[in-house]
């Protein structure tokens, strides 16, 4: 096995009725990190990563997960949190996080420990006898991603595992997924939510339209972009922040904004055009986002109005 890498893809490609959902995709995943697979809906994320676990079979390229050319050969050592959910409705909570846990190997005993630790820990002891369809869509979510743990995967994929949480169990999620990192687990993290992955990995791949558009460490992508926009808070009226010179970008909240900066402008410049228009009560240069890159790789164009949401025709949804 390549200790460097978890994951490796070589020009992988899957088509669907003729046309390419992923089309001669790189990827390679470095061991022991939390990677982000971002892109949005219908990017070909998921496509690829059931082609990688062996789900799907792949039209061309080639596939190396834990050393391993048969993903399937490696199963034992792989865990998954699909999209959808992959539970039985019927099946009592403990008993099936039990089954799924000695599928992947365990002994019954070990299985039937480890799942009710995992229900406590997850604040769901008192539904262990529960069907799993009484539960609600975000418990049923921390019950997926139990299964997924179970065992002591090497390598966790989690396709969009945040579905259904509120705040706090989104964070008891994350903290969860930090955890399995720092144990020496290759975590990879699939969703549209930017924010998210930039909270959360070392290293990204962005895929538009089945292609990866940008890949590497998440450090070095920021840094290449230089600091090319600006955070303030501000007190003035609605539209007051259209039309700066310099500026080609707004995504004003309200009271906070996102200015995003010509390559030629100077923020000093911008600045002095704020404060002929609002009071100016914080103003701070900053990297741009995950997001703003990949917008902008994409090549996203704003509503007329400065709103960011659907992109319109080129596919690119901001979270």
């Known amino acids: 096995m390549n200790h460097q890498y978890a994951l490796r893809c070589s020009g ?18 470095p061991a022991g990190q939390v990677f982000g697979l971002l892109g949005p809906n219908g990017s070909g994320k998921t496509t690829t990563i059931r082609m990688v676990l062996g789900i799907y079979a792949r039209d061309g390229g080639e596939v190396e997960t834990l050393g391993s050319a048969d993903p399937l050969g490696v199963r034992d050592r792989l865990g998954y949190l699909p999209e959808d959910r992959g539970l039985y409705p019927k099946m009592k909570v403990a008993e099936q996080l039990t089954f799924l846990g000695a599928i992947r190997g365990l002994s019954q005993r070990e299985a039937k420990q480890r799942a009710d630790a995992w229900l406590e820990r997850l604040g769901l002891g008192d539904r262990a006898k529960s069907d799993t369809n009484e539960l609600s869509k975000g418990m049923q979510q921390k019950i997926q991603f139990a299964a997924s743990v179970l065992h002591d995967p090497e390598l966790l994929v989690l396709d969009e595992p945040f579905t259904g949480l509120d705040p706090i169990n989104t964070r008891l999620l994350k903290d969860l997924i930090i955890e399995q990192r720092d144990k020496g687990t290759t975590v990879v993290l699939s969703t549209h939510r930017m924010d998210q992955v930039e909270q959360m990995c070392e290293s990204i791949c962005l895929i538009h339209e089945g292609h990866a558009v940008l890949a590497g460490a998440l450090s070095e992508i920021k840094a290449s972009y230089g600091e090319s926009s600006v955070s303030i808070e501000y007190e003035g009226e609605a539209g007051s922040l259209q039309g700066l010179a310099g500026v080609r970008e707004v995504r004003d909240s309200g009271r906070t904004a996102s200015l995003l900066l010509e390559n030629t402008a100077a923020s000093q410049d911008v600045l002095r055009q704020l404060v002929d228009r609002v009071r100016v009560r914080s103003f701070k240069l900053a990297e741009p986002s995950i997001e703003d890159i990949f917008l902008d790789k994409v090549g996203y164009v704003a509503p007329v109005d400065g709103n960011h949401g659907d992109a319109g025709n080129n596919g690119a949804v901001a979270p």
């Open 12 to 29: 992988l490609t899957k088509r669907f009725n003729g046309k390419a959902a992923v089309d001669n995709l790189d990827l390679e995943v």
